[in-house]
């Protein structure tokens, strides 16, 4: 059974601290990893992807990927209440095709 | 942009209909999928399909079926609602992007079975 692992949470930052999002995987074929946000009663929306061991930053947002290790996180800076929702970790099937396999989710609360 | 449409934001229908979701992505995109998502268990897979007429199970497939006559629209079909059916059903399509297959959501049907 392939599995994407994250805490579900919640995690509870003050508004401006860098809130740190983990997610481990079980399959080593898996080759792209997404990060997706999801307000309360909205669907998910991409945020993030990453397909190289190491960082990609995009504004406040840096994936950060290791292979050897099967992890995954994502780290946002300069947190803001706006960013309060839940983050769900994907990572591509190695069948290749196209399905992605998704984690629970964790919940992200920024307070003012 | 990307953009997913879903026929309905919510629906309610009584035990035993028979229910249609509709789904239509503008992007050209080879894959689609269905989805639903409940508290605690995450986002489910029910089907996906990967061209036009072809379809593949997904994780729960039961009591669900779809079609995809054209590439844009993909369909979910609840053959006979159960209130177990009661849940979020988000749509996505997905094509081979720099990260391979990233996918992209439509905005869901909150589906309610009486």
């Known amino acids: 059974q392939k599995e994407v692992e994250q805490n579900s949470g919640p995690l509870s930052v003050p508004e401006g601290a860098i809130a740190s999002l983990n997610c481990t995987y079980s399959d080593r074929g898996s080759q792209s990893f997404f990060w997706y946000r999801q307000y309360s009663g909205k669907s998910p929306e991409l945020i993030m992807f990453i397909y190289s061991n190491g960082d990609k930053e995009d504004g406040r947002f840096t994936a950060q990927l290791n292979k050897a290790s099967q992890y995954v996180s994502l780290l946002i800076r300069d947190s803001q209440p706006s960013d309060s929702a839940t983050y769900l970790c994907a990572v591509t099937h190695s069948g290749n095709t196209g399905k992605l396999i998704f984690g629970q989710g964790t919940t992200l609360q920024v307070k003012p | ?114």
């Open chain 2, 1 to 114: 942009d990307v953009k997913v449409t879903q026929s309905s934001r919510y629906l309610v229908k009584r035990t035993g209909e028979k229910v249609f979701l509709e789904c239509v992505q503008d992007m050209d995109h080879e894959n689609m999928f269905w989805y639903r998502q409940d508290p605690g268990l995450g986002l489910r897979l029910i089907y996906f399909s990967y061209d036009v007429k072809m379809k593949e199970k997904g994780d729960i497939p039961e009591g669900y079926s779809v079609s995809r006559e054209k590439k844009e629209r993909f369909s979910l079909i609840l053959e006979s609602a159960s209130t177990n059916q009661t849940s979020m059903y988000l749509c996505a399509s997905s094509f081979r992007g720099q990260a391979g297959y990233e996918q992209y959501f439509g905005p869901g049907t909150r589906l309610t079975v009486t």
